[in-house]
């Protein structure tokens, strides 16, 4: 599995949940179909972040450790769906999904 360094990425949406854990969003530049198509590799996997300032030196760092397997991650039953069929929006889900194998067949071809 490649490593992947994307520089100039913006910190998004920012949540905590229930349980204590922080959920957040990366916003990336426009990639190129090898860098998406690596990017997506990592859905689901467990890695290491670690977020460094775009400018200047960190004053210090902070780390932040789980045993591994500890990752809590919201069940997908309780998030609310819509079917494309019965309503005029589209539906997120389901463009991810087509989006990423999109992006795997580019890969594979």
């Known amino acids: 599995m490649k490593a992947i360094d994307i520089v100039h990425a ?3 949406t920012i949540s905590s949940r229930q349980d204590g ?3 957040f969003r990366v916003l990336t ?3 190129r179909p090898s860098e ?3 990017l997506l590799g990592w859905h689901g996997k467990a890695c290491r972040v670690t ?3 775009d400018e200047g030196m960190p004053e210090e760092v902070v780390t932040v450790w789980t045993p591994t397997g500890n990752i809590r991650r919201p069940v997908a039953a309780s998030a609310p ?3 494309c069929a019965t309503s005029t929006k589209a539906n997120p889900e ?3 999904t087509t989006t990423a194998r ?3 067949s580019l890969l594979t071809t």
């Open 10 to 12: 913006e910190i998004g």
């Open 21 to 23: 854990s922080v959920a």
């Open 29 to 31: 530049p426009e990639l």
């Open 36 to 38: 998406a198509g690596a």
């Open 51 to 53: 977020l460094l300032p």
């Open 81 to 83: 769906r819509c079917s």
């Open 94 to 96: 389901n463009l991810r």
């Open 102 to 104: 999109r992006w795997k």
